[in-house]
Structures are given as C-alpha cells and as structure tokens.
C-alpha cells in the first residue's frame, strides 16, 4: 500500500511516501499495519489509552476517512498525525 505521511509522522518513517504491507480491511487496521513497519509513529497516532488520537486525519484514495471505514489493499493512504498544542 502506498501511504502519504504530513507532518512530524515524517520523522517516524524517513520519508513523505513509504510502502507498506497490508492486505485490506479497515483504515484502522491500516493504521496497524503502518505503525507494525513504522513502529516510532505510535506515539503520534494514538492516544495513551490505545485509541486511534481523533485528531489524526485519515483519507483513502483522495477521500477522508474514518478509522472504521473500509480500506482496500491497493488504496492510497494519506495520514495526517495529532498535532498538539493549545
């Protein structure tokens, strides 16, 4: 799968496109799957009860998505991290 990484996930994967494997499902098993091979973007993904942080931006081929939302294999991701701040 292709994703497309904005913002401080960049310094989690080295690059702003990266590759991943995954073999369809939901966007949230996506997010697994990016996190498995990326494993230093988990602290900007979720939140420390283990859910995905509701301020990361998902979206599947061009379109937002929502973590529950269905992600097909050859899809092209693009995540958008939490960002914090006040």
Known sequence: MDVTVYG???SATGDKHVQ??????????AIEALVAAYP???AQMYRNDGR???SVRISVDGDSADVDDPCPADASLAVH????GG
């Open 8 to 10: 401080p996930l960049r």
């Open 20 to 29: 991943i494997e995954f073999e369809g499902g939901t966007v949230r098993d």
């Open 40 to 42: 230093r973007a988990k």
């Open 52 to 54: 995905v942080a509701p």
């Open 81 to 84: 991290p939490a960002v914090q």
